[in-house]
């Protein structure tokens, strides 16, 4: 998904390189820390998961309560693609905060995926997106799977 607030918020924060990896803490650490925040910032999931009584805690578990939740979600089709992308972002937050070596990594225009030691990239936000629409892949499965490589 695109998030052009980001690639704008790139743009005026320095951001030369035409792929800019904020996965390089030697590069802005700072900024690397700024838009990690930026994008765990999630608020629609999080006011949604509490009106339902789960609080977000960033952690593992909180991505197996979110694939218990019954998805009202879907009965509102103009809340659906932000909620998914919310989702998906939240994943990745769990994903650079819990994997070691994981980090976010954002393609030109604003495109934020998760890039892990291994070089394999997680496409969050689709995954997200596929979660609230469909149900699958479970939040879970996908943390497990990054877990494990």
């Not at 999080?46 to 909180?62: F, I, K, M, T, Y």
């Not at 998805?71 to 905060?97: F, H, K, Q, S």
């Not at 225009?109 to 609230?132: C, D, K, N, T, Y």
């Not at 939040?139 to 877990?147: G, I, R, T």
Request: aromatic share 6%; hydrophobic share 45%; with cysteine.
């Amino acid at each position: 998904m695109n998030i052009p607030f980001l690639d704008n918020w790139l743009k005026r924060h320095g951001a030369e390189r035409e792929e800019d990896d904020l996965s390089a803490a030697e590069y802005d650490p700072e900024r690397a820390a700024a838009v990690a925040e930026l994008l765990s910032e999630c608020e629609l999931l999080r006011v949604r998961a509490g009106q339902a009584g789960l609080e977000l805690d960033d952690s593992p578990a909180s991505l197996a309560a979110l694939d218990q939740l019954p998805p009202r979600w879907r009965d509102d089709p103009e809340e659906l693609p932000w909620l998914g992308n919310d989702a998906g972002l939240y994943l990745g937050t769990v994903i650079v905060r819990t994997v070691r070596g994981a980090a976010w990594h954002i393609w030109p225009g604003g495109h934020p995926v998760v890039r892990l030691a291994s070089g394999r990239e997680i496409s969050v936000v689709e995954a997200g997106l596929e979660w609230a629409v469909n149900g699958a892949p479970e939040l879970s499965q996908v943390y497990a799977e990054a877990a494990e490589a």
